[in-house]
């Protein structure tokens, strides 16, 4: 029999059946962030389309950080449709054994992993930095504001009857970089700049160090400063907050341009685990198929089949958040970085090591 006959149409079935999981995954998003989108929008005259075209936005970023659980579904379909249909039955016979029904699903699944990492990904991000600007838009609290762009940090304030717009360089831990600051009056009319080297924002005031002072209302009048305190409405946290989507940033940014996403205030211990996610999940999606593969090509038994489903989702939903878990120790830095994310990844091939072992024998 025709070998590439058989693997093309074991490729299309899992092909087939990994887009019927996407498109499942995707109805039910778009039905669960639909609420929640209607639910912000609900003080604001925006009818349904604007929650509609926001929840289109938002689905495809969180399908990529549900990709491993999706990829065990369809594998787990596919394996059991060819039960089913005898297929598997039908292809031992010419020769195909398990090994090689994992191993051709494990290249459609890497070749899978590529295409999300280097088209598919680049446009999630877009979409999930427009999908932040636009709800930015219908903040409740538009008095202050904060941005972030080619040209640094911008904050825009409300502070009593003033308005101090604010420009810096880049945030460093606590710290503005290379700052200057804008103070409003009422009327819109320019009172004060400061141009300092630092402001230290932990706290409130600000404060700010080795700069200059120029004094519109005063004739322009220039003075000198090492310290100096600022009164502001924005801390260390709350400008850190801007940079805690990190979808918003794709891998191929992270493997290009980490020393300049780093120089513009994002947290080089966070971009280094969200560059690792990225690495990690060809190697995660190969072990999902043979995970599944170990649970449904353990008998020839169609009887078992709901029993292999129910326990095979209990353990994935383990190692989903097992895998979380790892992650957020790492963040919170009790274990190393790359251990929290690669060592799910090792448990986990350990498991799968064990166990394919173990249906090759069948």
């Known amino acids: 029999m025709n070998t590439f006959v058989i693997n093309k149409y074991l ?34 005259e925006v009818g349904i389309l604007l929650p509609l075209v926001l929840s289109l936005m938002i689905i495809p970023s969180i399908l990529i950080n549900l990709l491993p659980f999706i990829l065990f579904l369809s594998s787990m379909w596919v394996f059991i449709k060819l ?41 999630t991000s877009i979409t999930v930095k427009y999908y932040e600007d636009i709800k930015g838009k219908y903040d409740i609290d538009k008095s202050h504001l904060a941005s972030i762009n080619s040209n640094g940090i911008w904050i825009r304030e409300k502070n009593g009857d003033n308005i101090n717009i604010i420009k810096s360089e880049r945030f ?29 924002i932990s706290e409130n005031p600000w404060q700010v160090r080795e700069g200059f002072v120029i004094d519109f209302s005063n004739e322009g009048k220039k003075e000198n400063f090492l310290t100096l305190e600022f009164p502001s409405t924005f801390s260390d946290d709350k400008l ?26 994002y ?37 078992q089949n ?30 190393p970085m790359l251990v929290s994310v690669w060592s799910p990844i090792i448990i986990l091939s350990l498991f799968c090591s064990v166990g394919v072992m173990r249906i090759n024998e069948k």
């Open 11 to 44: 490729i299309f079935e899992f092909l087939k059946s990994f887009g019927n999981i996407i498109l499942l995954f995707c109805c039910l998003g778009l039905i669960l962030n639909l609420f929640e989108e209607i639910n912000y929008f609900k003080n604001y």
């Open 83 to 123: 039960k089913n249909n005898r297929d598997l039955i039908a292809l031992k016979t010419f020769g195909f054994s398990n090994i090689n029904f994992l191993i051709l699903f494990s290249f459609a699944s890497l070749f899978i992993s590529i295409i999300i990492l280097f088209a598919f990904n680049p446009i």
């Open 172 to 200: 460093e831990g606590d710290r503005l970089i290379n700052l200057s600051i804008y103070k409003f009056n009422k009327n819109n009319i320019l009172e004060t700049r400061i141009d300092a080297s630092e402001a230290i």
């Open 240 to 265: 850190s907050s801007i940079y805690s989507n990190l979808d918003t940033i794709s891998f191929y940014q992270l493997i290009t341009n980490m020393d300049k996403l780093i120089s513009k205030g």
């Open 267 to 303: 947290n080089p211990q966070l971009l280094m685990e969200k560059k690792h996610f990225y690495l990690s999940l060809p190697f995660f999606l190969i072990l999902m198929v043979f995970l599944a593969g170990i649970f449904t090509l353990t008998s020839n038994d169609r009887k």
């Open 306 to 335: 709901t029993y292999y489903i129910l326990l095979s989702i209990v353990v994935c939903v383990i190692i989903f958040y097992f895998k979380n878990f790892s992650t957020a120790l790492g963040t919170t830095e009790r274990i």
